[in-house]
């Protein structure tokens, strides 16, 4: 299992160890994009550890080894280059830094722009929908929660890694949830639910999100809110 999906599901601890090793690995094997591959494993697992200074300054060092391949218009470079700036604006979008976050989503929107299409180099899953995907989050981490409302259904994402696809979904629903749209927010989750049971069932936003619902809401027995939340062990009422 990979340091990306292990951040994934909240084993955050175990992803940044396979991280390292995986980093380590690139090290010795000196090819940029191997480096870069694992950097940005490294990447989501410092973000699910909140290190996120420590994720800005990898996925920026990483990004420069990837330079030479990008002139040369390598699609592989072009699409590890475009996530690690990806990565490194979610870093600085939660460490509120709006003008850094803005400026390596501008990079990454370069890179895809350069690509021309949403490929899946690398299983990154980099194009421009998915730069779009993470402007929005960057957004929401932000505080533009009306931006994310307005704009994040009108994402296409068929096509898209899974993944992608229920964080996304994850991210919507938990702006509905900002504002008390929660008959909404549950039903974007369930979407996402149906998508991957285990992506949204491990997810600590889900949890988040489920629990601030749950403790407003006016009905809980035996309710739809209810089931997912027991489903995804935000609550424990049986």
Avoid at 77 to 85: F, N
Avoid at 103 to 123: I, P, T, V
Avoid at 135 to 163: C, K, Y
Wanted: net charge neutral; charged share 25%.
């Amino acid at each position: 299992m990979t340091a990306t999906t292990l951040s994934k599901i909240g084993e955050a601890d175990l992803a940044w160890i396979a991280a390292e090793r995986a980093m380590h690995a690139a090290d010795v094997a000196d090819d940029p994009l191997v480096l870069a591959s694992a950097a940005r494993s490294g990447t989501h697992a410092l973000l699910a550890t909140g290190r996120f200074e420590d994720a800005l300054e990898l996925g920026n060092a990483a990004a420069k080894y990837l330079e030479p391949r990008m002139r040369e218009g390598d699609a592989s470079a072009l699409s590890l280059y475009g996530m690690l700036h990806l990565r490194a604006a979610v870093a600085a979008a939660r460490h509120r830094e709006r003008a850094t976050a803005n400026e390596l989503l501008g990079k990454a929107e370069e890179a895809a722009n350069s690509l021309g299409r949403d490929a899946n180099y690398w299983h990154t899953g980099f194009g421009p929908r998915n730069v779009r995907l993470h402007q929005l989050s960057a957004s929401l981490d932000l505080g533009d929660i009306s931006d994310v409302i307005d704009h994040g259904p009108r994402v296409d994402t068929d096509g898209l890694p899974i993944e992608r696809q229920v964080t996304h979904l994850i991210d919507l629903a938990r702006a509905l949830s900002l504002l008390a749209k929660d008959d909404q927010a549950l039903q974007v989750l369930l979407s996402a639910e149906q998508k991957s049971p285990s992506l949204l069932r491990h997810s600590a936003t889900t949890r988040e999100v489920l629990r601030t619902m749950y403790r407003r809401a006016p009905v809980k027995k035996s309710s739809l809110l209810l089931a997912l939340a027991q489903r995804c062990r935000a609550v424990n009422e049986n």
